[in-house]
């Protein structure tokens, strides 16, 4: 039987779907004390067992984007806010590379907060 958070990913469409697992596997590889963990319906990551960052898709575009859990506290060009107090995100388009670079910058940001 898969589990809950596995599923997530099976039951996404391409090109998101292929998108999403690529995400999954970079931000597991990207430092040994990032784990995953299936919270509030959602694949989420934490980094020392505190909620680090998740994968989603925008309801009305269907396009994937990465949310950073302390974003409030992190300036990057590429980060939205919208509506939300305290996390941002970082749109991630399917036809393209994934922003490895970006990703890696914001990361790094993120992880000072939580050392």
């Not at 931000?27 to 509030?40: D, G, Q, V």
Request: with cysteine; proline share 5%.
């Amino acid at each position: 039987m898969l589990r809950e958070i596995d599923n997530f990913y099976i039951q996404k469409a391409e090109p998101a779907k292929s998108y999403l697992q690529a995400m999954r596997h970079f931000i597991l590889k990207y430092n040994n004390n990032i784990t995953e963990a299936w919270k509030y319906k959602m694949p989420f990551f934490c980094y020392k067992g505190k909620m680090f960052c998740y994968l989603w898709l925008d309801k009305k575009t269907l396009q994937p984007y990465l949310g950073i859990v302390e974003g409030k506290n992190i300036e990057h060009p590429q980060l939205i806010r919208g509506e939300r107090s305290r996390m941002k995100i970082l749109l991630l388009d399917p036809k393209k590379n994934l922003p490895l670079t970006v990703i890696d910058q914001i990361f790094k940001k993120a992880m000072l907060l939580y050392n």
